[in-house]
C-alpha cells in the first residue's frame, strides 16, 4: 500500500507485464475500487466487469487490442444501460471507475493500461462477441483494463503532466 499522493502521481501507463498470476483477492480489490467511483445516480450504476484469465480469449482480444494479448488478466467493462438511470452518461460513469481501477493496481504494487473500447462500434460489438454478448444496444464494452506486475523497463514512477496554463481563475 502507497499513501494517496504517490498513488496519483506514480501512475502510468504499464503496456508489458511479467508470465506472472495475479492473484483473485488483488483482482477483487481492483474490482471494489471501480464500483467505489462517483456515477450519475447512486444506486443506477452501469457498470458490470468481466474477468478473464483464460489465455485462449486473452489472445482474441489482443486480436483487437494487442496489449491484451500477454496480460496475465484482463477486466472489461461493460456497461449495462438497463441499470443506469442517465441513459446518456454511461460512458463517464464508466470512466470513473476505470480510473479508480487503475489507482487501486498501483496502490497494490501493479501495473494497468486503460485499453479503449467505446466508442469505436466495430470494436465494441468484436468485444462482445468474444465475451458472450450478441447485441451490444444495452451492453456496451466500454474499455478494456489489463493489469500484472510490470515487465522488466516498465514501471509506474512520477512525470510532471502539470501545466499552469491550463488554469483559469474566475473566467476563461
Ligand atoms: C480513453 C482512453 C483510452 C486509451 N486507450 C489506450 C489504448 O487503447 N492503448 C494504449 O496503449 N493506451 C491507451 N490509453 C492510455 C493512454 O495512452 C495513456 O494514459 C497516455 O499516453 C498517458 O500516459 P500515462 O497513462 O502513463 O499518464 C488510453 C487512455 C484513455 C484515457
Given at each position: 500500500?502507497?499513501?494517496?499522493?504517490?498513488?496519483?502521481?506514480?501512475?502510468?501507463?504499464?503496456?508489458?507485464?511479467?508470465?506472472?498470476?495475479?492473484?483473485?483477492?488483488?483482482?477483487?480489490?481492483?474490482?471494489?475500487?471501480?464500483?467505489?467511483?462517483?456515477?450519475?445516480?447512486?444506486?443506477?450504476?452501469?457498470?458490470?466487469?468481466?474477468?478473464?484469465?483464460?489465455?485462449?480469449?486473452?489472445?482474441?482480444?489482443?486480436?483487437?487490442?494487442?496489449?491484451?494479448?500477454?496480460?496475465p488478466?484482463?477486466?472489461?467493462?461493460?456497461?449495462?444501460?438497463?441499470?443506469?438511470?442517465?441513459?446518456?452518461v454511461?460512458?463517464?460513469?464508466?470512466?470513473?471507475?476505470?480510473?479508480?481501477?487503475?489507482?487501486?493496481?498501483?496502490?497494490?504494487?501493479?501495473?494497468?493500461?486503460?485499453?479503449?473500447?467505446?466508442?469505436?462500434?466495430?470494436?465494441?460489438?468484436?468485444?462482445?462477441?468474444?465475451?458472450g454478448?450478441?447485441?451490444?444496444?444495452?451492453?456496451?464494452?466500454?474499455?478494456?483494463?489489463?493489469?500484472?506486475?510490470?515487465?522488466?523497463?516498465?514501471?509506474?514512477?512520477?512525470?510532471?503532466?502539470?501545466?499552469?496554463?491550463?488554469?483559469?481563475?474566475?473566467?476563461?
Amino acid at each position: 500500500m502507497f499513501d494517496f499522493d504517490e498513488v496519483i502521481n506514480t501512475r502510468r501507463s504499464i503496456r508489458e507485464y511479467q508470465d506472472r498470476d495475479v492473484g483473485d483477492d488483488l483482482i477483487l480489490k481492483i474490482l471494489k475500487a471501480g464500483m467505489q467511483a462517483p456515477g450519475s445516480r447512486l444506486g443506477c450504476e452501469p457498470w458490470e466487469f468481466i474477468v478473464i484469465k483464460n489465455k485462449e480469449t486473452l489472445s482474441c482480444l489482443g486480436e483487437i487490442k494487442p496489449r491484451v494479448k500477454n496480460a496475465p488478466v484482463a477486466i472489461v467493462l461493460v456497461a449495462n444501460i438497463k441499470r443506469a438511470f442517465y441513459k446518456t452518461v454511461w460512458q463517464q460513469d464508466m470512466s470513473a471507475a476505470a480510473e479508480n481501477m487503475l489507482l487501486e493496481a498501483v496502490n497494490l504494487g501493479l501495473g494497468g493500461l486503460w485499453n479503449g473500447v467505446a466508442p469505436d462500434e466495430e470494436k465494441m460489438v468484436n468485444v462482445a462477441e468474444i465475451i458472450g454478448i450478441d447485441d451490444i444496444a444495452d451492453l456496451k464494452p466500454f474499455c478494456i483494463i489489463t493489469v500484472g506486475y510490470p515487465a522488466k523497463g516498465w514501471q509506474n514512477k512520477f512525470m510532471d503532466k502539470f501545466d499552469e496554463g491550463r488554469i483559469h481563475y474566475e473566467k476563461y
